[in-house]
């Protein structure tokens, strides 16, 4: 069983949709985070959450603890965005999610 | 600020053949990773150094992966002999401490084709 499970694994959207991704944590984790990888690029961490939300201009994350679950929102979705989102819990060391594969369509 | 810097970013070599990777971490960062990640796969942790020593090599096929952080400041990844099968992208990170929580850094991988 992984200690983080994400979802959906594939998301097609049209420009300007309001996109959610989804990621359930099991115990033992202390902190999320939400890192971005482009086609052929490196990874980039967007957010790193232990309670609450955050905000980054059209993305958002936000965490429930009492539930292990996390999710990250993009309002207005443009092409730039299509990525793979991944989603990682903090514990002895990071356990990373299978990630989200976002296309965004003009 | 300068990022996590790896080279090379490309490697094709035959099965069999020895291969080596370099990761700069960000200056002062003492905690360096090594992940492997296969197409359409999330990141797997290899080795977690704190300074020049091995937190966590659990993951790490021994038997023919190899890694080494001497000074405590970048590292060298080495496959001998490489197989099919670690055709992957490897990621080196390094990671700071943002109040009580741990920012990842990462480089921008290397790809690994193993013919």
């Known amino acids: 069983k992984n200690e983080v499970e994400q979802s959906p694994q594939n998301l097609t959207a049209q420009e300007g949709e309001f996109i959610t991704i989804n990621c359930s944590y099991s115990v033992g984790i202390s902190a999320l985070h939400w890192l971005q990888q482009h086609p052929g690029g490196g990874i980039v961490s967007l957010f790193m959450l232990s309670s609450g939300k955050k905000k980054h201009g059209r993305l958002i994350a936000t965490i429930n603890i009492q539930e292990k679950h996390s999710s990250l929102h993009i309002t207005a979705s443009h092409p730039r965005d299509s990525a793979v989102y991944i989603c990682?819990?903090?514990?002895?060391?990071?356990?990373f999610g299978t990630g989200t594969s976002l296309t965004v369509i003009p | 600020e300068a990022g996590v810097a790896q080279s090379p970013r490309y490697k094709i070599i035959e099965k069999r053949q020895s291969v080596a990777f370099w990761c700069n971490p960000i200056?002062?960062?003492?905690?360096l990773y090594w992940y492997q990640q296969i197409l359409g796969q999330g990141p797997k942790l290899l080795i977690q150094f704190q300074n020049n020593g091995v937190v966590d090599d659990s993951q790490l096929p021994k038997d023919r992966f190899s890694a080494e952080r001497l000074k405590g400041v970048d590292s060298t990844l080495k496959i001998q002999p490489a197989k099919l099968e670690d055709s992957a992208v490897y990621l080196c990170a390094s990671s700071a401490l943002e109040g009580t929580n741990e920012k990842l850094f990462f480089g921008s991988g290397t790809q690994l084709s193993v013919l």
């Open positions: 200056s002062g960062h003492a905690t």
């Open positions: 990682a819990g903090t514990g002895n060391q990071f356990y």
